[in-house]
């Protein structure tokens, strides 16, 4: 769920870039550090970058008949952290919006705030909260909370930009969590699931590179040699 | 899934192509300000008309293409405006209802939404993705950033192509016949693709290492050579919507 281009008046749109930008800055300090130490983790945040962008081009069945797409959020805030995840979905965005006319350039900032600061951090405090207790519920309510949180994110942003007449803000976010949350909340639950099912193929086929990343304890030397 | 790209398609078969990106840019920029920042109506009709012509007109952009691509932003804009559209209020119990004030408030989102979308089309549709990220090259954006995105367009083609292979895969064995089956395959292929892509961005870097790889992939930058001709033409254009606008204002 992205804000469409024009949508926002030009005062809100320029807030939420300012609101952005830290984070963004941030993240873009973080890639510059990492490729002046270790060249060649630029090919794998790359790898990550575009793996996000091609999570929208995988339909997902939804329980009002029709479909969706993950927006990868969860995923990229458990495996890459969440100020990575800044600046990876900026160029995520930037691309969606100009390849795929997903979102928009003057509204970029308030989705990046949305979908790659508030998604990814809700997404990562259910992931570091649970972690240590059930891995399994702990990856759903990462994901599906790192949904939520960026469509309740737009939705407080649309709210605040067009508030009710009559109830004003609350009213006006009430109107947009309603009205976008027959497609969001079943997508939530839907991403939460995938995310089980994601991490649990990545467990059997990545496990040294899962192990590296914190998802998975590493396997002591021992055992595996008994193995 | 070069159809889900087809503005990138189209920007590299645009007579536009080999504009300079600043002239595009200022274009695109311009008239977005316009649409945004003058009365909504008739700026927004105007800006979307003078949009719609320059990519059916100069740029040859396809109304088939157009149309596909229109096809999502509507479907936000026309769900927002409906939400604009309608007041909720909870004295005496819940109360839905239309005002004049509303009713403006909607036509002035769609409006603007739909001009907007239209305005980003101009350079969407015309530069390649390339040429942009060599003009943030060039506007100083740090090499870092910017080659993590020159890579992150260079790997996008192969997972895409990766991804509509392994969906054929799947329906054709039958990996999409009811919800149930259709979440798991959608599950194994984001993993699958995760653990492809890093398998590609490892055998790049292992190829790229052998060559001296220093954490940058320089090539020839598009021409960059600004038209004052463009440029006047883009003034005068955004010049007339301005005093168009102005003296025909309706409601801000």
Known sequence: ?227 | MSRSLALDTAAWSSPWRHRSVADKAVLTLALLATTLLLPVWPTAALSAAAALIVLLGPARLAPTVLARSLRSPLLFIVLGAASVLVSVSWHDGPRVAITAQTSTQALTVLGRGVAGTLCVFVLAATTPMVDLLAGLRRARVPEACVEVASLVYRLLFVLLDTTRRIREAQAARLGLRDRRTTLRSAGTLSGTLLVRAWGRARRLEEGLAGRGYTGALPSLDPPGRVSIGFLGATVALVGVIVVVSLLGAGPR
């Not at chain 1, 100009?98 to 308030?110: F, K, P, Q």
């Not at chain 1, 309740?152 to 006006?172: E, H, K, M, N, R």
């Open chain 1, 1 to 227: 769920m992205h804000i469409a281009e024009g949508f926002l008046p030009p005062l809100h749109a320029a807030a939420w870039t300012v609101a952005a930008a830290p984070f963004v800055v941030h993240g873009a300090r973080a890639v510059v550090r990492e490729r002046r130490e270790r060249p060649e983790t630029t090919l794998l945040l790359a790898a990550a970058g575009a793996f996000t962008f091609v999570l929208s081009a995988i339909k997902l069945p939804s329980v009002t008949g029709s479909s969706s797409h993950p927006t990868g959020t969860g995923l990229g805030a458990t495996l890459f952290r969440p100020p990575v995840m800044a600046f990876l979905s900026t160029v995520v965005l930037l691309f969606q919006a100009l390849l795929l006319a997903h979102g928009g350039l003057t509204t970029l900032g308030a989705n990046v705030f949305s979908m790659g600061v508030v998604g990814p951090w809700a997404g990562y405090a259910a992931w570091r909260l649970l972690c240590g207790r059930h891995r399994g519920l702990a990856i759903f309510t990462a994901f599906a909370l790192a949904d939520l949180a960026t469509y309740c994110t737009t939705s407080v942003q649309l709210g605040l930009a067009f508030p009710d007449p009559v109830s004003g803000i609350a009213g006006g976010v009430v109107k947009f969590l309603g009205v976008f949350a027959l497609t969001q909340v079943p997508l939530a639950v839907v991403e939460g699931l995938l995310g089980v099912l994601v991490l649990r193929l990545l467990a059997d086929v990545a496990g040294p590179e899962l192990a590296r990343l914190g998802i998975v304890p590493t396997t002591p030397p021992s055992e595996a040699v008994t193995r």
